[in-house]
């Protein structure tokens, strides 16, 4: 039931958006000053998730990482890298972000969000819909082009952390 009810919650979303705003990928590490990004729920992905996190750490100077508790605690980051931690109370019955987590985050005013998800994330891309950025940025996913402003198709790779290495090279980082 659950499953149906999120369906239609994106299909009438896909009705309402019809506005497409054009960006040049170029600009998006000069226009960039607060980050967010929204990092994997699944634990067969840490050390991907650790790559992430080294990576975009050195390129954005401020940025922040939205990562679930259950992730967290098999991180290898230290201490200065800028996290929001969630856990499975901030989410409601359908999957989807509390107002809580998402009233949190709007107060950070982020310009820019890119979603690391390999897999459709209705709890992300509730996050990246509710958000006011500038850039949302994303691989592309069955509802990926409904909520991000620019999806990049990385081909299939048997490595995913192959995926993430050109994921980084398209958006020129």
């Not at 497409?20 to 000053?33: A, D, G, M, Q, R």
């Not at 820019?112 to 819909?129: A, E, M, Q, R, V």
Request: hydrophobic share 40%; charged share 25%; net charge positive.
């Amino acid at each position: 039931m659950i499953k149906l009810i999120q369906k239609l919650i994106f299909y009438l979303y896909s009705k309402k958006r019809n506005t497409f705003n054009f960006i040049e990928p170029s600009n998006i590490l000069k226009n960039s000053s607060n980050v967010l990004i929204l990092l994997p729920e699944e634990k067969e992905l840490i050390q991907e998730i650790n790559f992430l996190i080294t990576v975009l750490d050195k390129i954005f100077k401020q940025k922040t990482f939205l990562i679930s508790n259950e992730i967290n605690s098999f991180l290898n980051s230290d201490g200065n890298v800028s996290k929001i931690i969630y856990d499975k109370r901030q989410k409601n019955f359908l999957e989807l972000p509390g107002k809580e987590l998402i009233k949190l985050l709007s107060l950070k005013n982020f310009d820019t969000i890119i979603d690391c998800n390999l897999k459709d994330s209705n709890f992300h891309y509730w996050i990246t819909k509710s958000l006011n950025a500038k850039f949302k940025i994303g691989l592309y996913r069955k509802n990926s082009t409904l909520f991000n402003n620019l999806v990049l198709k990385v081909k299939n790779i048997e490595s995913t952390i192959n995926i993430y290495k050109n994921f980084l090279y398209l958006l020129k980082l």
